[in-house]
């Protein structure tokens, strides 16, 4: 079945470092990749989205691109602030599977230190 | 638009006993999913309802699991005879086509449950 494989956590940077998550996924068929955002206490949110090879979804200064030919969607960031410490997700929907149901990576948790 | 809501927020409860969540969704959603995250994991597919209709049930769903969504708005999770293992965040999201044509699911808080 669809699986999506994201980079180990825990990841501390200094303010103003670049970040890079990385996510692989594997699907059977043309999925929707989607970057979600849990920061402490609050429930997940859509964070960016791509519907289609060579797709770059971007929010709040993050980016991914959707690579077909890596199977990958990596987010990045410039300059992380404080502010962005939050646990991060990767995931994928099956746009041709009536359900649509997102399938998620296992989570990273970023941390930002001042 | 107040976005999706559940309740309760934490429920603690004894092993055997039986617990209901409710989820009130985004309210021109026609689409309405539940998943379940354990600590340190991403979230798992539980079941999903279009309108009122239950059309999909992942295999995590036992026997022990019932979702309704009557009248197609908010909608119920209970659990039976809980388990220690059915501790987690229960997380209800909803969602209807857009533009593109895929849906983006909005999710609420979770209710976190313990079994003790």
């Known amino acids: 079945g669809d699986s999506v494989t994201q980079m180990e956590g825990p990841v501390t940077l200094s303010e103003e470092a670049f970040l890079t998550i990385n996510c692989t996924y594997t699907?059977?068929?043309?999925?929707?990749l989607f970057w979600y955002v849990q920061y402490p206490g609050e429930g997940l949110q859509l964070l960016l989205k791509?519907?289609?090879?060579?797709d770059k979804g971007s929010n709040k200064g993050f980016e991914a691109t959707y690579r077909k030919e890596t199977t990958s969607f990596h987010l990045e960031k410039g300059s992380v602030q404080v502010s962005d410490s939050a646990v991060y997700f990767c995931?994928?929907?099956?746009?041709?599977?009536?359900?649509?149901?997102?399938?998620f990576g296992q989570g990273t948790r970023l941390t930002i230190n001042p | 638009d107040t976005g999706v809501s559940q309740n309760p927020r934490h429920k603690i409860t004894k092993r055997g006993q039986n617990v209901t969540f409710r989820c009130d969704p985004i309210s021109e959603h026609n689409r309405l999913y539940w998943y379940r995250q354990t600590l340190g994991q991403g979230p798992e597919f539980l079941t999903y309802f279009q309108n009122e209709a239950q059309l999909e049930k992942s295999r995590l769903l036992s026997d022990r699991f019932s979702a309704e969504r009557p009248k197609g708005s908010f909608s119920t999770l209970e659990i039976q005879r809980t388990e220690q293992g059915d501790s987690a965040m229960y997380l209800c999201?909803?969602?209807?086509?857009?533009?593109?044509?895929?849906?983006?699911?909005?999710f609420g808080p979770g209710t976190r449950l313990t079994v003790t």
């Open positions: 791509a519907t289609k090879a060579d």
């Open positions: 699907a059977t068929g043309y999925p929707s």
């Open positions: 999201a909803s969602s209807s086509q857009g533009v593109d044509l895929s849906y983006e699911q909005y």
């Open positions: 995931a994928l929907s099956d746009p041709v599977e009536g359900a649509q149901k997102l399938v």
